[in-house]
């Protein structure tokens, strides 16, 4: 069953087009949403959590219509992102006061053990929490209602090593019941070799895939050879190829296929996410 199912969306900015993206997020798998910067993964996550309406397109997060039953959908969620909602005058404690009531199964000592364990003072004030705090906060409000499916944007970028392994940790905890499931935005692909089930990438407003991991990683290859290897056939193969004096380097999807176009006159080496990042942002534009 999917937690989250997208199909066709498409959201027109006057400079950026999130483009008939369709994607299927599995239950009870984490699974990384990454891709180069201002490609469209916030929209994305932004039109998922109703926070941005869609051009055209349906949404479906743990089988109910968004926005339709946004309410309800909500009750299930829980939604980590640093452009959050709080008010900025108020402390940690009175925003609790306000946020609490809306959940059906707020668990209060939940809450307070979290804010111990991330080291919140319930009466320091939103405004002048740190990035890092503010996500923590936020972590500490969509752990404490039992949510089902945790919806985070960026939620390791404004943290430390130390907590960074802590939440990594605490996502995996959740994970712990079955039905729970997690996606996460983040440009720290050190940190879904870690823990994601499956990827999700997006480049220029569309989604390139959306697979397993491990398929991921078996699947791209980095190629490194003479440059004399090269011309415009065989660079058609590559997402992206660095060149230098020495030779080449370059990124290919298929690597079966680019081991019997290659045989022995090139080295192959495993793709990281990273790699497929990098090569798939710079494109044919990829030069030394
Ligand atoms: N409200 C808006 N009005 C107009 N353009 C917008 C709006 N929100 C986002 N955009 C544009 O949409 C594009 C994608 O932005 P988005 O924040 O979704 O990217 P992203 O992949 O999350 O980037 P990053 O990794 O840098 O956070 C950008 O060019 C951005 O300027």
């Not at 306000?98 to 307070?112: R, V």
Request: with cysteine.
């Amino acid at each position: 069953m999917n937690a989250i199912e997208l199909r066709n969306l498409t959201k027109i900015y006057p400079q950026f087009t999130v483009n008939n993206v369709s994607l299927d997020v599995k239950r009870g798998y984490i699974t990384g949403l990454i891709g180069p910067n201002g490609v469209g993964k916030s929209t994305l996550i932004k039109m998922m959590l109703g926070m941005v309406r869609p051009d055209t397109g349906s949404i479906k997060i743990l089988g109910c219509d968004m926005p339709r039953q946004e309410i309800d959908i909500k009750q299930r969620v829980g939604i980590v992102s640093d452009d959050c909602f709080y008010y900025e005058d108020v402390s940690i404690r009175d925003m609790k006061r306000i946020i609490a009531p809306f959940y059906k199964k707020w668990n209060e000592q939940k809450f307070n053990s979290y804010l111990e364990q991330f080291e919140l003072s319930p009466k320091k004030k939103i405004g002048q929490l740190s990035k890092g705090m503010k996500i923590k906060f936020a972590l500490a409000v969509a752990l404490s209602h039992e949510a089902e499916l945790l919806i985070m944007d960026e939620p390791t970028s404004g943290l430390d090593p130390v907590f960074r392994r802590e939440l990594l940790d605490l996502l995996a905890e959740m994970m712990q019941d079955e039905r729970n499931t997690i996606i996460f935005s983040t440009h720290i692909t050190t940190d879904l070799d870690r823990i994601a089930d499956y990827i999700s990438f997006v480049n220029r407003g569309q989604l390139v895939f959306s697979e397993a991991k491990d398929e991921v990683l078996d699947r791209y290859a980095i190629v490194k050879g003479d440059r004399q290897l090269l011309d415009s056939d065989i660079r058609k193969k590559f997402t992206g190829v660095r060149e230098t004096a020495f030779g080449f380097e370059g990124l290919v999807e298929n690597r079966h296929e680019a081991e019997q176009l290659f045989g022995n006159y090139a080295v192959f080496e495993k793709a990281s996410l990273e790699d497929i990042i990098y090569y798939n942002a710079k494109g044919g534009r990829a030069h030394a």
